[in-house]
């Protein structure tokens, strides 16, 4: 049982296994140099296959306990922000995000990410299969303006065993590609 006395579950995380953290980071083509976020980091699933690839990690964590566990795991090789997802500060410069964030913050999250001035070059983000299947189909928050600037696509499917605890939901990688600006 973690330092906060309730179980995993009871607060909604459901970390995701390091197999299927692997298998998103690769589907996602990182490549070395690239400035990616991990939203939601926790201790690191995605943050450690990123490392590996050669990025430029920026971990967002607001969890005090996980931030300092990603700290002393990663160290130097990564920068750790303690910050809610809705009040994230982007990057000025292009940048990526592969993460796994909360579910019950995944529309602020797209929100920020997809906002007017956003140097978002792509995401790849494991949601909920059905928040993943409206934002698809167009049917998401601010469709009209997003979808002109972004592709969105169904990336791997995850099954509930892909998480520890398993979610009582299905998840899937929602894909966002920025347009090249010949087709906007």
């Known amino acids: 049982m973690p330092a906060s006395g309730q179980a995993r579950g009871a607060w909604g995380?459901?970390?995701l296994d390091s197999r299927w953290a692997q298998r998103v980071v690769d589907?996602?083509?990182v490549r070395p140099g690239e400035?990616?976020?991990?939203?939601?980091?926790?201790?690191?699933?995605?943050?450690?296959?990123?490392?590996?690839a050669g990025a430029d990690v920026i971990a967002v964590e607001l969890h005090s306990g996980r931030?300092?566990?990603?700290?002393?795991?990663?160290?130097?090789?990564?920068?750790?922000i303690r910050v809610d997802a809705a009040d994230l500060r982007l990057p000025t410069r292009p940048f990526r995000v592969v993460s796994s964030p909360p579910y019950g913050v995944s529309?602020?999250?797209?929100?920020?990410l997809l906002a007017p001035?956003?140097?978002?070059?792509?995401?790849?983000?494991?949601?909920?299969?059905?928040v993943v299947n409206r934002w698809v189909e167009g049917r998401a928050p601010g469709a009209a303006r997003w979808t002109r600037?972004?592709?969105?696509?169904?990336?791997?499917?995850?099954?509930?065993?892909?998480?520890?605890p398993p979610p009582h939901v299905d998840?899937?990688?929602l894909r966002l590609n920025r347009l090249s600006r010949t087709r906007r």
């Open 13 to 15: 995380w459901h970390p």
């Open 27 to 29: 589907a996602a083509g």
């Open 35 to 52: 400035l990616v976020l991990d939203v939601g980091a926790g201790l690191g699933a995605l943050t450690g296959p990123l490392v590996k």
């Open 67 to 80: 931030a300092d566990k990603l700290l002393q795991r990663f160290g130097p090789k990564i920068k750790v």
């Open 107 to 112: 529309t602020a999250l797209l929100k920020r």
């Open 117 to 130: 001035g956003s140097r978002l070059v792509s995401a790849d983000l494991v949601l909920q299969r059905q």
């Open 149 to 164: 600037h972004y592709d969105a696509s169904i990336g791997i499917r995850l099954p509930r065993k892909a998480f520890t």
């Open 171 to 173: 998840s899937a990688v």
